[in-house]
């Protein structure tokens, strides 16, 4: 602690770059961080210059003295200074959302980074990256099956089932008939037929053909036939 009649009395003799202490009888010097005195005795501290002690800042930073202290900095452009952890980092430019833009993605790359747009995006000036959306239907860039018709949404795009015609669970557009086609059947041109090896039977259901029989003395017998969706009459045919 500074001795308020010592080093008052005499405390010129320590100079303004150091602190004056209470001694026995008398008082001592001490200088202050970020000077040194030429005997040590802590009188007439002049500047110690830090970036002559050694790596203070780091292997790869730059060191610049100041009056009693020193700054640290990076020479090379993408990096921030730690100084924490005595060292140049990179900067992640990408934790900000304005560096490339809308509709474009950020990849930080060491002192650098690197815009690219996002799917459905397109950008024709490089360099300011203005990504705008690509017309997939336009171009024929879709995977819209036969049975679909492309719609251009913004940043993508979407099939719809044309007239007649329904998604799958595997989402192909297939053909669909009225009230739908009973087991063992399917739909073609707008109406159920039995696939080959069934033949209508009761109740308008397909039933393998071996099964069925010809009533006798009735004069009647079962064919392969078609369903007529909107009535369910039989119209008998010889095949399928």
């Known amino acids: 602690m500074e ?15 150091s602190f004056c202490f209470k001694n026995e009888g008398s008082y001592r010097c001490k200088c202050k961080t970020g000077f040194k005195s030429a005997n040590g005795d802590g009188k007439d501290c002049a500047d110690l210059n830090e970036c002559e002690t050694g790596e203070v800042c780091g292997e790869v930073a730059k060191c610049e003295n100041t009056i009693g202290s020193y700054k640290c900095s990076c020479t090379s452009k993408g990096f921030k200074y730690d100084a924490k952890r005595k060292g140049c980092f990179d900067i992640d430019e990408c ?23 996002k799917d459905g995006f397109e950008s024709k000036d490089k360099e300011r990256l203005n990504c705008t959306d690509i017309n997939e239907c336009l171009r024929n860039a879709h995977k819209c099956d036969v049975n679909a018709f492309c719609v251009n949404n913004f940043g993508s795009y979407a099939c719809k089932c044309k007239t007649g015609f329904a998604k799958n669970s595997h989402g192909i557009c297939e053909e669909v008939c009225y009230g739908g086609c009973p087991e063992n059947s399917e739909c073609r041109n707008g109406r159920c037929h039995c696939l080959p090896g069934y033949a209508i039977g009761p109740y308008r259901g397909c039933y393998e053909q071996e099964l069925l029989f010809i009533e006798e003395n009735s004069g009647m017998a079962l064919h392969p036939c078609v369903i007529l969706p909107l009535t369910g009459l039989l119209t008998s045919f010889t095949s399928l």
């Open 3 to 17: 001795d308020t009649k010592e080093c008052k009395l005499d405390g010129k003799k320590c100079g303004h770059n």
């Open 95 to 117: 934790t900000d959302p304005n560096t490339c833009g809308p509709h474009s993605r950020c990849l930080n790359q060491p002192a650098t980074y690197v815009c690219s747009c």
